[in-house]
């Protein structure tokens, strides 16, 4: 399955994103666009899947990597990607994303895309039937 | 005191960011009876040799007597402190350039504002296997 992309968020159009479906094993790649301006930094980018409620996000899964942004006067804008292996923490239904740049206390945190994210569970190892198909001397 | 071409005014910031396009305007009095041709130049002191110029685009002008004429120039701020230093000329009958008048200005590297980010929104998600 191709990545979906998010269309930009122009007034108050709200378009319903398509949700990618992954089972435990896999590797969900997001990809964020983020802006800086002034001094050279490193600091992690971090992505989590889990559900937003009234309680604010609850993460089951999450990954960061070190981001490295050199010194501007003006604004930039940059792209990069985390990817979080998808593990059976995760169990089936529908979940929700959101990044952010920073540690305990976010620089910055992006919007939650709501129900973007469908974990497939896969059952366990079951074998059905079994017949004798022939027989024969050897 | 100069002759003819009087530089008045260097206008220029205090501070520039490194690395920054730093715009100045050079004011000069033609302190002359009559309308003389007014060249200006410039360049900048900050430890390098021979010193980088200044780029004025339109650097020479006929100026009314009395009357004083601004000159914009334009020039890229190193990293440390830089003495801008512009000159003025008068165009003789002779047909040469005649230097008159010299004045410094004094602008310091703006220290570099702190790391923000602005925003941050996911733009794309995807299966790897």
Redesign the interface.
Same mark, same amino acid.
């Given at each position: 399955?191709?990545?979906?992309?998010?269309p930009s968020?122009f007034g108050i159009v709200f378009l319903p994103l398509a949700n990618?479906?992954?089972k435990a094993g896999?590797? @969900?790649?997001?990809? %964020?666009? #983020? %802006?800086?301006?002034?001094?050279? $930094?490193s600091?992690p980018l971090y992505?989590a899947i889990g559900n937003s409620g009234w309680a604010g996000f609850d993460e089951v899964l999450n990954a960061s990597k070190t981001i490295n942004?050199p010194?501007t006067?003006d604004?930039q804008f940059y792209?990069d990607y985390v990817?979080i292996t998808i593990t059976t923490a995760l169990a089936k239904g529908l979940y929700d @994303? #959101?990044?952010?740049?920073?540690g305990t206390i976010p620089? *910055?945190?992006?919007?939650t895309?709501y129900d *973007? *994210?469908e974990v497939l569970v896969t059952g366990n190892s079951e074998f059905g039937e079994i017949t004798i198909n022939s027989y024969a001397k050897v | 005191m100069a002759q003819y071409a009087d530089i008045i005014e260097i206008v220029a910031p205090g501070e520039a960011?490194a690395?920054?396009r730093v715009d100045i305007t050079v004011k000069v009095k033609n302190t002359h009876s009559g309308a003389i041709g007014i060249m200006v130049g410039g360049a900048l002191e900050y430890g390098v040799s021979p010193w980088p110029g200044i780029s004025f685009p339109e650097p020479s002008a006929n100026v009314g007597g009395g009357v004083t004429q601004s000159f914009a120039g334009y020039f890229t701020m190193p990293d440390k402190k830089v003495t801008i230093h512009a000159y003025s000329y008068w165009y003789g009958a002779d047909g040469y350039w005649y230097f008159d008048d010299e004045m410094t200005k004094v602008i310091n590297p703006a220290a570099?504002? $702190? %790391?923000?980010?602005? %925003?941050? $929104?996911?733009?794309? #998600? $995807?299966?790897?296997?």
């Open positions: 399955m191709g990545a979906v992309f998010i968020e990618v479906q992954v896999d590797k @969900l790649r997001i990809t %964020s666009r #983020y %802006s800086h301006r002034g001094k050279a $930094e600091v992505a942004v010194e006067a604004w792209e990817d @994303l #959101y990044a952010k740049i920073g620089k *910055v945190i992006s919007p895309l *973007v *994210v | 960011q690395g920054s570099a504002i $702190e %790391s923000q980010f602005g %925003s941050i $929104e996911i733009v794309s #998600y $995807e299966r790897r296997l």
